[in-house]
Structures are given as C-alpha cells and as structure tokens.
C-alpha cells in the first residue's frame, strides 16, 4: 500500500489517469453529501511518504453529479475526460481540467453495473446493466454501436483483447444468491 485516501462516505469507483499523474475516485450520496467525482494530481513514482502527502491535501477538484449512484469511472482521451457510469443507465464525459459535463447519454433503462474500456485503443467501452443487455459504446459520441439482450441481469462485461469477443457475466442480482435455489440462477 503506497497511500490512503480518507473519505467520510463510501467510494465505488476509481481511476488512474495515463501516465500516473492523476487519481479520479467518486463518493456515494451518504446523509448530507451528494455524489460526487474527485480529481487530485499524484505522481506514483515518488516514495510512499511523499505520495501520502500528496493525497493527504485532498482533491484538486471536486465535482457534484446528479442524484444517483456514479457506478464506475474511467479516464478517457489520453486522460483529458473522465467518462462515468450511473444508476438510471447514463454514461457521462466530464472535462479533468474545468470539471465540465461535456456530454450525457441514457444507454440503458437501469443501473449501470459495470464499464470495461476496450482493451486495444479504450476508443469504446462495453457497459453491463440491470436491465438485462450490455452495450458496446463509442467513448466520442456515446453512440451505442452495438447491444447485447440476454433474459438476465448483466453484472459485468469485458472484451476480448485478442479476438472480436465480448463477454458477459450474471444471471441474478448479486443480493439474491443466498436466498434463492441453486435452480433459480
């Protein structure tokens, strides 16, 4: 362990930048504080003293969301936008420098649960939700190149780095496995 961010809510979803030269982590709605994603400058070649300090000064940039879970984040465009995932199945583009909302879109009908960037190039990403599909996103546009429909929940999806693949994975809400019958899921 290199350095601990301290947070008085719960944090879901984190990223670092390309290079190591930033570190993008969110909070949940958690009593008074709404959701938010945080931005803070590191350099993760230095020592673990100085990277403690470096985090210990907090966020250099804080940015409120709308109301809802940020599920994942994920630096895009050689670090210059962070892309994130939400309840209500929005993915957003968020300017790292000004901590503008560049672009939204709804690509699903729930939760997103889980946003792999694509291994070869990261110019898309492939998204995972409640509402039963997985959908291949351009990170540009957040046009919906392509979805997948299957009869379950989709909890996560990733893509082949060496073949045209995707996979999914799921079948039941993670909270119901211990209370339904092996048959059920």
């Not at 492939?126 to 509402?131: E, G, I, K």
């Amino acid at each position: 362990e290199l350095a601990q961010v301290k947070m008085s809510e719960p944090s879901r979803a984190d990223d670092v930048a390309p290079g190591e030269l930033a570190l993008a982590y969110t909070n949940d709605s958690f009593k008074v504080a709404a959701p938010q994603i945080h931005v803070m400058p590191v350099d993760l070649c230095e020592g673990a003293e100085t990277l403690q300090e470096q985090v210990s000064g907090g966020p250099a940039r804080s940015v409120v969301c709308p109301k809802g879970r940020i599920t994942r984040l994920a630096f895009v465009d050689n670090g210059a936008t962070l892309l994130s995932s939400h309840d209500g199945g929005f993915l957003r583009r968020w300017d790292v420098e000004t901590g503008a909302l560049v672009q939204e879109a709804q690509v699903h009908e729930d939760a997103v649960q889980d946003m792999q960037l694509a291994p070869r190039d990261g110019s898309y990403v492939v998204t995972a939700s409640l509402d039963k599909t997985a959908a291949l996103v351009d990170v540009r546009t957040l046009e919906v190149l392509r979805s997948y429909k299957t009869g379950r929940f989709v909890n996560s999806a990733s893509v082949s780095p060496l073949y045209d693949h995707v996979v999914l994975g799921g079948g039941q809400d993670a909270s119901q496995v211990t209370t339904t019958s092996a048959k059920a899921g």
